[in-house]
């Protein structure tokens, strides 16, 4: 069983940046692909980005294309997000999640973490 915990959100300016991090813990993430999602209030929970754990692949969401940045670090077991160029429509809670497939559907991601609030003013 893999456990998941996010972390690194806060509040920041429009235009600023954060790193969020989700650290797994029980089981490494070897074989599975990692995936972030957001859920803003009152909305589903979307695709952001995702990266394959056998060779480093990415894809993005339309919305975050050339400003956010998925990347992994295996040595600590841990997956980031850079977010640079932050807008207030970015405010959201954050979730990452494992699958076993490449995929933008979040029905198909089993182990989430808690979610870290961003929250982005204007």
């Known amino acids: 069983q893999v456990q998941l915990v996010e972390s690194g959100g806060g509040l920041v300016q429009a235009g600023g940046s954060l790193r969020l991090s989700c650290a797994a813990s029980g089981r490494t993430f070897s074989n599975y692909n990692i995936g972030w999602f957001r859920q803003a209030p009152g909305k589903e929970r979307k695709f952001v980005a995702l990266?394959?754990?056998?060779?480093?692949?990415?894809y993005y969401a339309d919305s975050v294309k050339g400003r956010f940045t998925i990347s992994k670090d295996n040595a600590k077991n841990t997956v980031y997000l850079q977010m640079n160029s932050l807008k207030p429509e970015d405010t959201a809670v954050y979730y990452c999640a494992t699958s076993s497939y490449s995929t933008v559907r979040s029905s198909e991601y089993g182990h989430w973490g808690q979610g870290t609030q961003v929250t982005v003013s204007s």
């Open positions: 990266i394959r754990w056998s060779d480093s692949s990415t």
